[in-house]
């Protein structure tokens, strides 16, 4: 049976909310349309910000510019950043994954080369996962990196590359061995300088006429051998332990959160029984979503192997970031109405919201993957 | 072992020896289950939650929830919150206690009113308790899933009990582990089948349409046992209301899902009377109309909400863990 055990956070962590609620409040300026999808929103200056505060790679060893924090603490702050719709997308996926990937599998040099920088809030990663013709079936990577004396030789096309126009690295999953009966073999992780190491990014348009994600393509790349993570040919294993960080957190379920502060605006203090009713339900919602990515978070902390927890609470999570708008555009008076100027604030948020939903259930691992990764936990695969 | 640990053990070990199909069939005939209550009343669990019995009300709705796996056809949530709060106003607890819903015409709705010993009448929004007179006028009925539930009229008004905890949302709360319980054994009954029915050569598990129906349930089940616990620890705070607004809402949700999945992987066997499956959904169906549907607390949860404004509801969500 999963089990999402109770757990309740220390006083030093709710102290430390008051702090970044106040350093919000004092950086208003930075959220002029807050959204909290944590894709939205790359402030490099916002970001650096949070590094001097030292709320970046909060969990990681002092000697790398960490503050040796425990998981609660880092969720306290990034919980509270996305519920304020707070620019993150800078730092957020070294924060949440490169960073930890490095602390677990990369060399000495590796993270006094890498780590400071991620949490000064200057130094931004990219994930090289997905190529044109590999999506969920990751294994099928085809990009190669040849070794040639001291160098890797890289060349193949990575592809919907969040941010990869704006950050400094990118971590590819690579093959390093030719495909063999075993397709988890061969595989590794590398690090390319995309501003320095002669990568081509084109960024794509998305339906929401943002440019967040890139094409990244690789033509005879060459990058010194020192920049594999871990043991060549261990890449599976990197990649499979690296997705539990990215699929656990409350970026997870909070994504369309800024749409639920809207609504609330809008019903007033006195609502009708059905906006009560919508609103209620999205809090009791919100409420439970907390309360297991708070478990998961307490298991991680723990050292256990959350594969299968996180799958689920990314399930849970993303299916109700795109059920939220639907709730709450019912119950909104007028919405069809053609006056751009009423409930302005809740029609931008609401509309921004709705156009990226569709990624929700994608990134990080679609809806039919998880419910596979959760099928597996329940005995069925 | 600690002591909750045991009580839950014992609980296990009897429900899983007498809770089956036959008993669930004759309590719809409505047939009282004396040797399973006769098992209850010695092991002492009609009186969790009582101060002599030494255990908490945390202790009770664990019970209940185990209560809820095993569709134990007896009014146990009735019953324990009963003598919990009658012995708190220092009144005897005997043996068959119920509690009912008060209505406008005076009728109570009392699950097994026609056995009970004494009768308690809830209503919402009151922390006051009726003591129902007996003899009361009884029109007997069954709720959906086939349980005793009797509409009993006092001749004349009893005494009034009070407690701290909304009596009204402690019995919603009684009801979300009853559910909670029930959900995971849909669940488990959902897999048990999926692994042994074949079809087109192969076990129906290894299909992807059901492995994913049965994630989805996994997924409801799992949000369901944790609203749960979030309503069984707000007792005594300024929030209980509040929590078991959302603790109900949350799993009445569940249940909605859990039933239609879970049925459409049992296919017709599920559908017969023959199969098992049925005593669970449907009390499933019954448990979340019951003490107020997702509507009724969803509206609740929300007015506070309102109340608080916009640039509150963060801090209202991130404010209990």
New interface residues.
Partial sequence: MLQFDRVSLSPESEALREQVREFVAAHRDHMPRPNSDFVTGHDAEFSQKLGQQGWIGMTWPAVYGGSDQSNFERLVVTEELLAAGAPVSAHWIADRQSGPLLLRFGSEAQREKYLPGITRGESYFSIGMSEPDTGSDLASVRTTAVAEGDAYRINGTKIWTTDAHRNHYIICLVRTEAPSENRHAGLSQIIVDLRNDGVKVRPIRNMAGGEDFNEVVFEDVLVPKDRIVGEPGNGWQQVTSELAYERSGPERFLSAFRVFVELVRICGDNPSPHQAAAIGRIAAHFMTLRRMSLSVAGMLEQGKDVVVEAALVKELGNNFEKVLPEIARLVVPDLCANDPARHKLFRETFSETLMLSPSFTLRGGTREILRGVIARGLGLR | MDTRQLILDTAVKIFSDHCDKALWDAAEQGEFAHALWQQVAENGFHLLGTDASGTDAADLFAFLKVCGRYAVPLPMAEVLLANVWLTQAGKTASALDSIGIASATGAVQVPWGRRATQVLAVSPDSHGIALLQLPAEIATGQNIAGEPVDSLTAAESGEMLQVTDSPYAQMALARVNLMAGGL?TALDLG?QF??ERSQFGRSI??F?A???S???V???V??A???A??GV?ALGSDRFVE?V???K??VG?AVGIVAEQVHQVHGAMGFTYEHRLHHFTRRLWSWRDDWGN??Y???????S???L???Q??N???T??
């Fill in positions: 995971q897999l999926a692994q598990s290894k992807q059901i492995q994913h049965l994630a989805v996994a997924a409801e799992a949000a046992q944790r609203a616990d979030a620890d929590e607004a959302a603790a809402a949350r949700e997702e509507f607390w969803q509206t609740k949860l929300g007015a909400l309102a109340g404004g916009a640039d509801v963060w209202y969500i991130a209990r863990a």
